[in-house]
């Protein structure tokens, strides 16, 4: 298990300095932040840059704040410097997305390079997204996973993957969502207050994870509110014991074992009364075939685990059932998206 530094370490006051005789006078602070802008951008100027991120599914059932696995559904951002800040956004929830510095792909970008030491230069931002808005998906961590990765890109730095987690634990609040959207695959994760550790391991595609996503949102701070401040002991000791099955299973690649884990008692029963027809679509998915049913994230999107070959009659199935009901639900069959966040020049 690889632990991640939350903040980065401080050079050491004994390590020595190279000192050399100035030959002009020194800029004063205002000017020499002017002309670190000025050059940077001038140095990126025909730079640009595509960040994709996947879309995560958290808890998987028992793994409750813990688990995950990044999926095929990708959030899209295109950027380059720019005299000023401009900012584009289209697909899912475009309308109500921010245009100005309180975006949150812009607004993380800024807080990385200050925390770095850096004056965040004005970019041009194009963001695609695909990954439905408050849906249990993880859309606000894609957004967050671009926001870092277009610091690295704005910087020049080559991207640590161990860093941009801790970066991104820090903005989050918990590596749940954001672990397998920048490792890929399936992660198991924790945050101690000063570190994050998670480790992770590839999922083979013979399992399909089928998102079945509703028209209507839930915020994760409506979903925790319905949650219990304590929980007993046999509830404590059921989830435990699916949790380190389930684990186990994945970490050996062997998704089908894992599925026999992946019941709950700490949330998804709480948070079920939340999403209309929720008894309903589960026995319908499991009617039509699923291995496994759990609720992705807070919600509402469940999600079933699929075999291959039986993808396309678990869908017209669960097409047939899913019309009977009040609301509108889309089905999303997606593979686990093994290589996780991406940053490439264009």
Not at 184 to 189: A, M, P, Q
Not at 250 to 267: C, I, Q, S, T
Not at 323 to 333: A, F
Request: hydrophobic fraction near 40%; charge should be positive.
């Amino acid at each position: 298990m690889k632990r991640f530094p939350a903040t980065l370490p401080r050079r050491s006051s004994k390590t020595p300095r190279l000192r050399r005789t100035r030959t002009n006078p020194p800029l004063n602070r205002t000017a020499s932040k002017k002309l670190q802008r000025c050059c940077s951008f001038f140095h990126g100027v025909n730079e640009m840059y595509r960040i994709t991120v996947p879309a995560s599914s958290a808890n998987l059932g028992p793994g409750f704040d813990c688990m995950g696995v990044a999926l095929t559904l990708y959030n899209t951002v295109t950027l380059a410097p720019s005299p000023a800040l401009s900012i584009r956004v289209t697909g899912e929830s475009a309308t109500r997305i921010a245009r100005n510095q309180r975006n949150l792909v812009y607004a993380t970008y800024a807080r990385t390079m200050e925390r770095w030491g850096l004056d965040p230069q004005p970019i041009r931002l194009v963001q695609e997204n695909r990954v439905p808005s408050t849906r249990g998906l993880g859309s606000s961590s894609t957004a967050i996973v671009a926001g870092i990765l277009s610091a690295y890109a704005m910087a020049g730095r080559e991207v640590d993957r161990e860093e941009a987690l801790s970066l991104a634990t820090l903005a989050e609040g918990h590596p749940d969502n954001v672990a397998p959207a920048i490792l890929g695959g399936f992660t198991v994760s924790f945050f101690d207050g000063a570190n994050t550790y998670s480790i992770r391991q590839d999922v083979p595609s013979e399992v399909v994870f089928v998102a079945l996503v509703p028209d209507f949102e839930l915020s994760t701070r409506k979903a925790r509110e319905v949650l219990p401040k304590e929980v007993s002991q046999a509830d404590a000791v059921f989830n435990l014991s699916r949790g380190a099955y389930l684990s186990a299973a994945m970490m050996a690649g062997d998704v089908k074992k894992a599925a026999a884990a992946m019941e709950d008692r700490l949330h998804q029963n709480q948070r079920s009364v939340l999403i209309p027809g929720y008894g309903i679509i589960a026995d319908a998915a499991r009617s039509a075939g699923a291995m496994a049913v759990y609720l992705s994230g807070a919600g509402p999107t469940m999600m079933a685990l699929v075999e291959g070959e039986r993808v396309k009659g678990f869908t017209i199935q669960m097409r047939s059932a899913l019309e009977q009901l009040s609301n509108h639900w889309r089905i999303l069959p997606l593979s686990v998206c093994n290589g996780g966040a991406r940053l490439e020049r264009i």
